[in-house]
């Protein structure tokens, strides 16, 4: 049986990919075999700095300081992601965690009231948040060519999102298979609770992919206290109609969703 045959990363030699015909997951003495969903089968050598010393030696203070502004921006994006569960069942991809970890981390640099280490999540740079995507390999501007006007009305309670008149043959970009599309409104409070309140969503009809569409205007109510941030997403998905029931397109990368808009009081 052959031995795995091990080729180091350039500049990193404790990190090594597996080429061979036997795969291995685990730890062998100090070697630790594991997948990578992007680069494969991988090795690491055990090392590194005791957890002990990271924590007490004064060398290391700006690295408790990352870590512990890092763990409280994962604890952030989980309650945005946990918010929005339902909808990332059909917009979300398999990156969704770490981009959002990442964007939520950034709005905590903005933080220009604490010091380092103690940087935190401040409601007035959630502004930041408008224009993420849920899936990066789409996006409304490429499924659809009109503009789609969405905003949350205090004075109301409710956001509103107007999708004017098109032609699907000219303006979607149309997907194998594909033969009807649908819109997704959804508005929410931006909260800090362990327990985030859930989402008001709004779906538009199922829409036919050839022929005129007249427009729409989508409504989504939301009763909210005057002082809490509220944001508005966005979404396109893509179904196939087959004896009067809509499946959604298991091999479609393209459903888009995105927050259009922030609304900070």
């Known amino acids: 049986m052959p031995a795995p045959y091990l080729y180091c990363y350039q500049n990193n030699n404790i990190m090594a ?3 061979s015909l036997i795969k291995f997951r685990g730890k062998v003495g100090d070697l630790s075999f594991s997948k990578h969903r992007s ?15 990271i924590q007490t030696d004064p060398n290391f203070q700006r690295t408790r300081e990352n870590m512990a502004e890092f763990g409280n921006a994962a604890k952030m994006a989980k309650l945005l992601r946990v918010q929005l569960n339902n ?40 502004q930041l948040l408008k224009g993420f995507e849920f899936n990066q390999a789409s996006s409304l501007k490429m499924l659809i060519g009109v503009n789609l006007d969405a905003y949350f009305d205090r ?20 997907l194998p298979g594909a033969t009807h599309m649908q819109f997704t409104l959804a508005v929410a409070e931006l909260s800090t609770d362990d327990i985030p309140p859930r989402p008001e969503v709004v779906k538009s009809a199922y829409i036919p992919l050839i022929g005129q569409y007249p427009g729409d205007l989508l409504e989504a109510p939301l009763t ?37 808009a922030v609304d900070i009081p």
Request: glycine letters at 6%; zero cysteines.
């Open 17 to 19: 990919k597996q080429e």
């Open 39 to 53: 680069r494969g089968y991988e090795v690491r050598m055990k090392g590194g700095v005791d957890k002990a010393r």
């Open 87 to 126: 909808l990332l069942r059909t917009f979300g991809d398999s990156s969704l965690r770490n981009r959002m970890t990442s964007l939520v981390h950034r709005i905590q640099k903005a933080d220009v009231i604490n010091g380092r280490g103690e940087r935190t999540f401040l409601e007035e740079n959630s």
């Open 155 to 174: 004075l109301d309670g409710q956001a509103n999102l107007t999708v004017p008149a098109f032609n699907p043959q000219i303006d979607v970009m149309l």
């Open 224 to 260: 909210v206290d005057d002082t809490k941030v509220v944001y508005v997403i966005v979404g396109i998905s893509m179904y196939q109609e087959v004896n009067n029931e809509f499946y959604p397109l298991k091999n479609n990368p393209y459903n888009a969703m995105t927050i259009v």
